[in-house]
Every structure is written in C-alpha cells, then in structure tokens.
C-alpha cells in the first residue's frame, strides 16, 4: 500500500501553475486508474477520496487567488461594502454614489475577466459574444434598477453614454496605444465586420431618430401614444435585426468574419501559451454568477442615490448618466481593448468596443423598450434631439474611420479628442424633460 495517498500527496504539495488548468485534469484523470488497480482495499478508497477532496481545495484557493487576490484593481472592492454602509448610517448621497461608483469598477473589470476565461472553452466566436454580452451586463442591470425606479431618462441617457464611450473612448484608446506601440507598421482589421456592425448601428440611428422627430414636429396621429407604439414597434423590429445579425454571423457567413492574421503559422505554438485558461469552466461560470450578482446588489444603491449626488455636488443628471456610469460599466471593455490592440490583434478590439455598441443599440435599448412595455412604463425611443444628434454625429464619425480598415495612434487620439467634446457638452446640457421623470 505503499501507498497511492503518500505518492499524490507529494504531487499535490507542488505549485501549479496558474495557467495549466489541463494538466490538474490529466492528473486528475490518472488518480481515477491508479485508483482502479487498488480499490480492492477500503484503506486505499479511503486515501482517493482524501486526495481528489484535496485537489478540489487546491483548485478552489487557487482559484480565488487568481480572480480576487492576484488582480491589483481589487484593492478597490472594500469600496462596495462601505457605500451600503454609509446609505444606511449617512444620508450624504454624493458618499453613497462615489463609493458605489468605485466598488463597481473592480466588478466590471472581473466580470470582463471571467468571460474571457469561458470563452477559451467555448471558441472564439461564441467567446466574443459572451465577451460583449457579459461585458454590458453591468450597463443593463443598472438600466432594469432604473426602469423599475421609473427613471427613464436615466435608462436612456446611460445606454447612450455606454454607446459612446465604447465607439469614442475605448475605440480611441486601442487605436491610440495600438498605433504607439506598432508605430512602425500599419495595423489593420477586417473591413466586413467593421462595415456591417457601422449599417447596424445606422438602423439603430434610424429607429432612435424617428419618434423623436415625431415628437417635436407635432405630426403624431394620436399625440403622447403613436410615439410609444412606434417605439414599441421599432424596438421588436430591431430584435429581430439583431437576431437575424447573430444567425448570420455565427451560422450563415462565418467565413466573412474571419479575423486578418498575417502570422498565425509562425507564432502558433507561441500563441497557444499566452493563451492558456487560468482557470477552469465550471469555476469561471461559479464567478460569473458572483460577480453579477454583487453588481445587482450594488446598482441598487447607485441609482438610489444618483439625483441626490446630481444636487449635492452641483453636476447635472445627464453628465452623471451619460459619462460617469459608462465609464464604470466599460471597465472591463476599456482594458481587453487596449490589451488586444496592444498585441496588434484589432479584430477582436473592435469586437469588444464597436461589437459591444451594436449590442447595446440594437438589443439593451429595444430590450429596455419591450420590459417597460410588460411592467407597464412608458419607456420609449424618443431620446430628445441633443442626444440623438450626438449619437448620429458619433456613428458617422466612427464610420468615416473604419472604412479603410487600417488604424494608428492619430485616428485613436481623434477618437479621445471627440470624447472629450462630448463630454464637455453634456457638462452645459440642461435635460428639458427632468418634469416628466
């Protein structure tokens, strides 16, 4: 009996590696037929089970040592516990909002993580929609805690802050670090996604723009109700859209989107290592369930406490909305998008930023649309002309510098510049429909 339990003991006090999840599941799978040869002893079963009990411990720890203690950002979670804190101790909502506002970010970006990590076990096209899903899954859940609030313009005016800052902020960044990194080449990207996702976001254009123009051209059949049945009706067409672009991307024409890899022979084996899955499938799919879940809990008191921030520290509401929540819930966009530009992969940093706005133009909003229709709000599409304006201005923008497929740091820092005009416009921006919220 000398002993499979002394033998697995002493491979299990060895370090493993962070990034060889495959190996621990082939060590695994050789526990199950050594153990085989010995299970006519009770002693010997006894011994397995102590030792795949304590592989499970060692795979749990180093789990959270990779999700939670490993990643510098998380210094910053201790910010989450203390904005619940203070709701309840204090009534300083500028506190609440600030502190709520730093414990998301970490969560963001963690989330952002987690979805990478289940991608790898997923391939690659299914991995950049969960990579865009998950990614907006923090924008969405503060937009349902604000629906149910019935804060409308706040849902409104923080899924166009996110659109804008992916197309404007995230996009710019990559481009800029890209192109200063790789400034002795030109990096380039697929020219067929870019223009399809830049025709989806023109027929979200579309449908934003059209109640709004009915609206203030007072041409409404029946006024107050064509606009939200139009809304309505635009929203499920836009749906189907989306749908109807899934299908066509991940079944139809997956060959048309195709990223460009100019030394994918060369560095394969190179690639492969960089690569690997920190940590398992089941274990990231346990912390995608956390981790939204501590968002949710953590939304709730945002929102709460966004009007009294927007009084106390004298900044409008629509700045708040449309600048400072985007930039929380892009966290996790932000980073993979300059991390992947960096490697000069531009494929994948357009299917994080650009693929991330289509998403939420053309499901989160009409999702948004058809949720307050069941719960009985009327959400609509009418996000007023400032906003409107400033979104079909961005699309166009964004589009003229796609077109040729090819960045470098000047079309990035073009990118930020427009940024910054956006946001010192809605600094002086005055909502005018704050009486009907």
Sequence with gaps: MG???EKVDLESDEEIPFSSSHNA?????TLHFEAAAHMASPRSFYSYSRVLRKMDQISFMRSIYIVI???KINILLPFGPLAILLHYVTKKHEWVFFFSLVGITPLAERLGYATEQLAFFTGPTVGGLLNATFGNATEMIISLYALNNGMMRVVKQSLLGSILS???????CAFFCGGIVHHQKVQVFSKATAIVNSGLLLMAVMGILFPAVLHFTHTEVHFGK???ALSRFSSCIMLIAYASYLFFQLKSQQNLYSPINEDRENNAEDSDEEEAPEITQWEAIGWL???TIWISVLSGYLVDAIQGASDSMNMPVSFISVILLPIVGNAAEHASAIMF????????TLGVAIGSSTQISMFVIPFCVVVGWFMGKPMDLNFQLFETATLFITVLVVAFMLQEGTSNYFKGLMLILCYLIVAASFFVHVDPSKEGE
Excluded: F, H, R, Y
């Design 3 to 5: 002993s499979i339990g």
């Design 25 to 29: 599941i082939n060590k695994t799978e």
């Design 69 to 71: 203690l490993k990643a």
């Design 166 to 172: 992916n197309m404007l902020l995230v996009l710019g």
């Design 226 to 228: 064509s606009e939200l």
């Design 289 to 291: 369930a956390i981790l």
């Design 341 to 348: 530009a960096m490697k000069d992969k531009l494929d994948i």
